[in-house]
C-alpha cells in the first residue's frame, strides 16, 4: 500500500508538468448568450493550440464548473491553422487594431475572440467601428471554420 501511496503522490507532482508542455495559444473563440436570465445563458470557450489541439468548454446558467459545463477535445489540421494565420495576417489587426464603437450596445449574445502571431495578441472584439467590422469578422470566421463542425452545436444557444 505504501507504494501506491508514493506512485499517486508522483503522479500529482508530474500532471502540472505535463499541463505546462501544452504549446502557446493560436487563436481563442468565445461566444455567449449575453444578459439573459440563468435557465437561458450560456457561455462557450474554444482554445486552439499551435500544435492543433482544440479545447472548447460550454457552460450553462452562469456556471463556470461542474455538470453545467461540457468539455471537449478535438484536433485542427495544419491547413486550418494556416488559414487563421493568414487571415489574422490579412487584417492587418495586429498593426492597426479595431477601434471600438462610439455607441456600445448593451444585452444581446456575443462572439469575439484572439490571435497570437509571433507573441502578439491581436484582440478581435465583438463590437467594433464599421470600418473594421470586416476585418474582424473575417479572422473571426477563419477560427469558426477551424472548429470541427460536430461541435459547432456548442457554439450557439
Known sequence: MPRLTALAALLMLLAPAVWAEDAPVLAEYRADSGSLPPEYAWEASVIIHEDGILFLKRCTGYETEGPACKTRRAKVGEAELE???????????????????????VGGGAVYGAVWLEGTR???????????AGRVASVLSAIRAAIPARLHRFLTD
Open 122 to 132: 491581436i484582440d478581435l472584439p465583438s463590437q467594433v467601428r464599421e470600418q473594421d
Open 83 to 105: 488559414a487563421i494565420r493568414a487571415a489574422a495576417v490579412a487584417s492587418t489587426l495586429r498593426e492597426d487594431p479595431a477601434h471600438p464603437p462610439e455607441d456600445l450596445a
